[in-house]
């Protein structure tokens, strides 16, 4: 394909609808700790972002300190509705599989999440095996997102440079990252993510809008 030598996605909210499960978990947990949110409070406060970099904010909202032990337990609950509940977002299998043959494998998985998270959904839905040895978590680099570590990091592994990369991503934190990576950014706003979604990741970096994973194949051609 033309323009683009690999493509890096993100997984939540892009291959995998992870979002609202991971979310309703860490909202019921932070209820118990005397922080109540709403859901949508606690997607537009936490989606995109890993928890344990949160720990000043959550510590400040709750008067109680983040444990180590508390974040493991979030883990477990988060990872317990995941394998009960996950569903790849539409049309991702097929689209992932299309750009695997088309860039001969040079695809990658950059997630904020934490490794074990990330290849538990991505064997549930389907499409771990397009992506051994290729995934990158942000809790395995210095900086998480927004900063760029992690998809700096897919790109020296394939040894792709950033401007022949296409990084595919759905939140301002993520569009945020790979943009200061040096990739084009292609951000996936689907309806359901609302009105004002689109400008949010354009004012982020993101170059090009769609709202299908299907359409990504020809945008990237």
Not at 75 to 92: C, D, K, S, T, W
Not at 101 to 106: D, E, I, L, P, V
Not at 132 to 155: C, I, N, Q, T, W
Request: proline residues 6%; charged residues 20%; aromatic residues 6%.
């Amino acid at each position: 394909m033309s323009g683009f030598d690999a493509v890096l996605f993100d997984c939540d909210g892009v291959l995998v609808d992870s979002e609202g499960i991971t979310n309703g978990v860490l909202r019921d947990m932070l209820e118990d700790l005397g922080w109540v949110l709403s859901s949508q409070e606690c997607m537009r406060l936490f989606v995109g972002k890993a928890v344990k970099d949160e720990r000043a904010l959550i510590e400040a909202r709750t008067g109680r300190p983040l444990s180590d032990d508390w974040l493991a337990q979030f883990r477990e609950r988060r990872n317990q509705g995941l394998v009960a509940r996950l569903q790849p977002i539409a049309n991702a299998p097929a689209t992932v599989a299309a750009l695997h043959a088309a860039f001969a494998g040079r695809i990658a998985c950059c997630s904020g999440a934490d490794r074990f998270k990330v290849e538990l959904q991505l064997e549930k839905c389907g499409m771990l095996g397009y992506f051994r040895g290729v995934v990158f978590s942000g809790h395995e680099m210095p900086r998480s997102k927004p900063a760029p570590d992690v998809y700096l990091a897919a790109m020296a592994h394939l040894g792709v440079p950033p401007q022949r990369c296409a990084v595919v991503e759905d939140t301002v934190t993520g569009v945020t990252a790979g943009a200061a990576a040096g990739a084009t950014v292609f951000g996936y706003s689907p309806p359901q993510a609302g009105p004002d979604a689109p400008a949010a990741l354009r004012a982020a970096g993101a170059a090009t809008i769609f709202t299908d994973l299907a359409q990504l194949p020809s945008l990237l051609g």
